[in-house]
């Protein structure tokens, strides 16, 4: 996949003023059709486009506004998710069951049946702020529009009124089944193909806080020493894949055959794989404790660091890893960075009170639960 080289603050701005300029339209065909149709708000958003359109454009907006302020809008991630597969079946609807009706200025329908739902895609896969959604999450595509359509039936069985011929109950009730349930498995679909979205990799969009260079230098606190990785550091490491906690994930633990062995960890760093991880080094004794740093694939922000430490567990409670990571924060913060993240899982208190002493604060963003528990997002600003 191409990149599409445009600044976080430029997509930002950009829907915001999209975001507006839907709204204002929808405004501008409410107020066109009023003296035809008459001002009634319940006739006019009973429609599946009007309404979803208008709930999207809020959505842009508040998106907008909250990463222009630097803040996050880590909470409205899955009410993007959701809004931007109903903007595909409003697509869907319109170019299949009902092209070319309605009573609205062709120039309204084409943008808001074609463009405004392709330029919501490309804002779900190119925009900030994105991040992976459970496949567990997926069901969370269903509430909306079944409650819409709940509304739509009972409207049009007590009053006669349904926004579209498809769905009159004079149809009959295989009709109006079918109807509903195709509409209903289009929008899994949907949602099925904005959650594989939501894993395409990041960083199609530079953050403005991205830095020049993701590399850390080495830094000296009080007792310790920060430095680059080296491949003699990876028999400690091997040690801190056997100390990991049960809960953790497989994946992050270390494989009924012994993997990945001293060797295999020593390759990683010989290969450079993450170049903001520093080694931590105790200065009185010059062992090595464990490791430091940022990277840039966690669950934050694309383009935004994450941090990360671990120390071995015979150093606990010496409040090294909370010296070592105040060391790191402060030269990430010279890199020119506004916010920095942290993931932890809810059962770590350590972690979390090492976290709360750096100033990390909950961003509101808590994993569904898995058998591991759930992890928290935290943030600090830079």
């Not at 991040?131 to 509430?143: D, H, M, T």
């Amino acid at each position: 996949m191409s990149k599409l080289e445009v600044p976080a603050p430029a997509w930002q701005i950009g829907r915001v003023i999209v975001g507006l300029a839907v709204l204002a339209i929808l405004i501008h065909t409410y107020l066109l059709g009023g003296p035809r149709d008459g001002f009634n708000p319940f006739d006019y958003f009973g429609y599946f486009t009007n309404l979803t359109a208008s709930l999207t454009a809020c959505t842009l907006v508040a998106s907008g506004v909250l990463g222009l302020a630097g803040r996050s809008a880590a909470r409205a991630v899955r009410v993007r998710a959701v809004l931007t597969a109903c903007m595909v079946i409003v697509g869907e609807i319109y170019n299949t069951l009902v092209p070319g009706t309605g009573t609205a200025p062709a120039w309204v329908s084409v943008t808001l049946h074609i463009v405004f739902p392709v330029v919501v895609l490309i804002d779900w896969i190119f925009g900030p702020g994105r991040r992976a959604l459970a496949w567990s999450e997926l069901w969370i595509v269903i509430p909306y529009p079944l409650l819409w359509l709940i509304v739509v039936l009972l409207r049009g069985v007590t009053d006669g009124w349904v926004p579209y011929g498809f769905l009159l109950p004079s149809r009959g009730p295989g009709s109006l089944v079918a109807h509903v349930v195709g509409l209903l498995l289009a929008l899994v679909v949907a949602g099925a193909l904005v959650w594989w979205m939501s894993r395409l990799p990041h960083g199609t969009i530079p953050s403005r806080d991205a830095p020049r260079s993701r590399r850390l230098e080495a830094v000296d606190t009080e007792r310790l020493v920060l430095r680059p990785q080296r491949a003699q550091d990876a028999a400690v490491f091997r040690v801190l894949w056997t100390e990991r906690d049960a809960r953790v994930p497989s994946r992050r633990r270390l494989t009924s055959d012994g993997h990945p062995t001293v060797e295999e960890i020593a390759d990683g760093i010989r290969a450079d794989r993450e170049p903001g991880l520093l080694t931590v080094v105790e200065k009185r004794t010059g062992e090595v404790l464990g490791y430091c740093g940022i990277v840039f694939h966690g669950s934050g922000e694309p383009g935004e660091p994450e941090i990360a430490f671990e120390l071995l567990r015979a150093v606990h409670g010496r409040g090294y890893a909370t010296e070592a990571a105040t060391a790191v924060l402060s030269q990430v913060r010279r890199l020119g960075h506004r916010r920095i993240w942290a993931t932890v899982w809810d059962w770590n208190a350590a972690s979390l009170r090492v976290l709360e002493k750096l100033g990390f604060v909950d961003s509101g963003v808590v994993n569904p639960l898995m058998p591991h528990g759930r992890t928290i997002l935290t943030v600090a600003r830079g």
